[in-house]
T-cell receptor
Framework: NAGVTQTPKFQVLKTGQSMTLQCAQD?????MYWYRQDPGMGLRLIYY???????DKGEVPNGYNVSRLNKREFSLRLESAAPSQTSVYFC????????????FGQGTRLTVV | GENVEQHPSTLSVQEGDSAVIKCTYS??????FPWYKQELGKRPQLIID?????GEKKDQRIAVTLNKTAKHFSLHITETQPEDSAVYFC??????????FGAGTTVTVRA
């Protein structure tokens, strides 16, 4: 099993450009998440999808949109990238209700110049 | 929302010594407390977790304790080895699908 797969692994954007980060899981998990990781700030939740067909804002949603395409796939879109969005982005999934292990993708290192 | 604070931010220990990382949480409804380890350039991975109906859990050299009254929980690593060098994150969840993470502790094990 591949687990949680994210693409791309690295990306450099110019301010104002848009891009979509892709995430897919093959563990038949109901819930999926997008986090960003910045030095000294841990992992902060951007958006999550408790189940197919639902999405909700997390702690830092501004500047992002998400789509739960189907049970397997959850994408994160930056419509107009800003330098403050330079970060490492992690997708994760879990089987369902809070209180279960979250499995992370390998991360996407995004730099906005 | 939940606020998780983690201390210390960095920890250097001699190989063979113990390491302790402490976290506090704010939401009394939180009932699930996992710990993740992230090696340099890698993804976070679960190493141990504890639920609110348990006070302590141990897995080989790793143990976690929970004090619900004080709203704090701790990770204990005994007989540290070089491969324990990593960033460790605590987290808390109130069962609402969201995990709130601490800021992380960078552990360095000196040979």
């Amino acid at each position: 099993n591949a687990g949680v797969t994210q693409t791309p692994k690295f990306q450099v954007l110019k301010t104002g450009q848009s891009m979509t980060l892709q995430c897919a899981q093959d563990m038949n998990h109901n819930s999926m998440y997008w986090y960003r990781q910045d030095p000294g700030m841990g992992l902060r939740l951007i958006y999550y999808s408790a189940s197919e067909g639902t999405t909700d804002k997390g702690e830092v949603p501004n500047g992002y949109n998400v789509s739960r395409l189907n049970k397997r796939e959850f994408s994160l879109r930056l419509e107009s990238a800003a330098p403050s969005q330079t970060s490492v982005y992690f997708c994760a999934s879990s089987s369902g209700v809070g209180g279960t292990e979250a499995f992370f993708g390998q991360g996407t290192r995004l730099t906005v110049v | 929302g939940e606020n998780v604070e983690q201390h210390p931010s960095t920890l250097s220990v001699q190989e063979g010594d113990s390491a302790v990382i402490k976290c506090t949480y704010s939401d009394s409804a939180s009932n699930y407390f996992p710990w993740y380890k992230q090696e340099l350039g890698k993804r976070p991975q679960l190493i141990i977790d504890i639920r609110s109906n348990v006070g302590e859990k141990k897995d080989q050299r790793i143990a976690v304790t929970l004090n619900k009254t004080a709203k704090h929980f701790s990770l204990h690593i005994t007989e540290t080895q070089p491969e324990d060098s990593a960033v460790y994150f605590c987290a808390a969840s109130a069962g609402d699908y969201k995990l709130s993470f601490g800021a992380g502790t960078t552990v360095t094990v000196r040979a």
